[in-house]
C-alpha cells in the first residue's frame, strides 16, 4: 500500500496525460477534413425546417 501512496502524484500526473490526448485524438478525429462535412450537416440538422412531415399542433 506504501508503494502505491508513494506512486499516486506519478499517477495522477499519468491520468491527467491520458485524458488530454484521449481528448485531442476525439478532436482530431471530428475535424479530420473527410469527416468535416458530415459533421457539419448533423450540425445543422436542428436548423432544418421539417417540411410536411411535422407534426401540427392542435391548438385553435
Known sequence: MEQLIQHYPWLRSLWTVWFF???????????????????RKLGNIPLHDGGTNRLRSKRN
Open 21 to 39: 490526448l484521449l481528448f485531442v485524438g476525439v478532436i482530431t478525429w471530428v475535424m479530420w477534413p473527410s469527416r468535416r462535412q458530415q459533421w
